[in-house]
């Protein structure tokens, strides 16, 4: 027990105050994180539209994502990462407050399509806001830091939102409107005028410009990042059927209430919160960054195919267990390849295509989840969810090793 102590206690030594707080304000923000899971169950609940149509408004919220994502990126380069998020927090209040009053297939569409550019825009800059704050050997707890506070905010969201969506969905969008404005309040507080703390020595930075000038490679031209990044997409593309179809599959199949449904994928997020500077602190000492990803991502594979054999809660829980240790082996080193390649100029554009991966994993896994969800079944999307995670695995093998090596 006190080596495990020790060892949560080296987990967090070394991090900045400002890590810190860019944690608590992520945590705000994602305590309102309720809306997301339920969403295809309101979609298909409250407005009574079908599957597919819940698929294609989930899609929406993914091309929005994809373009907050690459809009994020850009602006940060452009305006600095405390405008952007700042931006983002208090326009995504407002949007989520007005959301329960676009009811039709097209307004509901095109809202999501709105909300998710702004909400998005908010993760390359803060992923950027992370790497100047925290020194280059504690870049990857810097990351899980945050991953904690998201995953945190994720375990008692979606629990809250089930206890009050059982009262009313709209108690769903107002609530998420109360979070990003606290958010944004703590947020403009702490960091208002606030000197950036990068820890590199601007002479230092220089002489690694022209030693390593690969690292200021033009992002968008990077073939081998980009190669990096398609895995990126097709593992979040698999991984987040837990925030769209696997909701619908424990309404319509295993026969969940909401309440069990949202305890359910909370406890995926307090897994998260409770394990992962452990199991990141660890895997770096034991394993190189491609291991990692490709161990993560096979199981991660093993979690999806569980449910496609039984339906016993028990079972879904391991299942949800197993799926949350891949998630953290994987999720914290995709953003640590990404900051290993960025330059010194150039983190914004390298973290907002990065973030492409998972906003168009927004777009594709809704769409393709409910599609062969309504053509097949469950089952049939279970498992090739897991033949996806097995191919994925080996294509990080091949492209993490391409971009840093045997690190």
């Known amino acids: ?140 707890r810097a990351f899980s830091l945050n991953r904690m506070a998201v995953n945190l905010g994720f375990s008692f969201g979606p629990a809250l939102g089930g206890f009050l969506s059982n009262y009313s969905y709209d108690l769903l969008f107002y609530g998420n409107a109360i979070a990003a404005g606290i958010a944004g309040i703590a947020f403009i507080k702490f960091f208002y005028n606030r000197k950036e703390r990068n820890e590199v020595d601007p002479t230092e930075a220089e002489v690694q410009e022209v030693e390593t000038p690969v690292k200021e490679r033009n992002a968008y031209t990077d073939w081998k990042f ?89 079972i879904m829980y391991m299942a949800i267990f197993l799926m949350s240790i891949g998630e953290m082996l994987v999720l914290p080193f995709l953003s640590t390849v990404t900051a290993l390649r960025a330059g010194v100029k150039n983190k914004g554009a390298y973290m907002g295509i990065n973030g492409l991966s998972g906003a168009l994993a927004f777009i594709v896994s809704p769409f393709i989840g409910t599609w062969i969800a309504t053509k097949y079944n469950f089952e049939m999307l279970w498992f090739g969810t897991a033949i996806v995670l097995l191919i994925t695995a080996f294509g990080f093998k091949l492209s993490t090793k391409l971009l840093i090596g045997n690190k």
């Open 1 to 140: 027990m006190k080596k495990i102590l020790k060892i949560y206690i080296d987990s967090y030594s070394g991090l900045s105050k400002e890590s810190w707080m860019l944690a608590i304000v992520m945590l705000l923000n994602r305590t309102g994180s309720m809306v997301l899971p339920f969403l295809g169950i309101y979609l298909t609940d409250k407005l009574g539209f079908t599957l597919e149509d819940s698929g294609i408004v989930l899609s929406c919220f993914g091309i929005g994502s994809l373009i907050g994502s690459f809009l994020g990126g850009y602006l940060t380069d452009k305006l600095g990462n405390f405008k952007v998020q700042a931006i983002s927090l208090f326009l995504s209040a407002p949007l989520f407050a007005i959301l329960p009053h676009f009811q039709t297939l097209e307004s509901a569409a095109l809202m999501m399509l709105v909300l998710s550019t702004v909400t998005m825009i908010f993760l390359p800059a803060n992923s950027v806001a992370i790497t100047k704050y925290a020194k280059k050997e504690n870049i990857t």
């Open 226 to 314: 980009i190669l990096f990044t398609v895995f990126c997409s097709t593992f979040c593309i698999a991984f987040f059927q837990i925030l769209n179809t696997l909701p619908l599959f424990y309404k319509e199949v295993v026969k969940l209430s909401q309440n069990e449904i949202g305890l359910l994928i909370g406890f995926s997020g307090f897994c998260v919160f409770l394990l992962e500077m452990l199991l990141v602190h660890w895997a770096e000492k034991k394993f190189t960054i491609t291991e990692i990803l490709f161990y993560g991502s096979i199981i991660t594979a093993i979690s999806y195919s569980i449910f496609g054999f039984t339906h016993a809660l028990i």
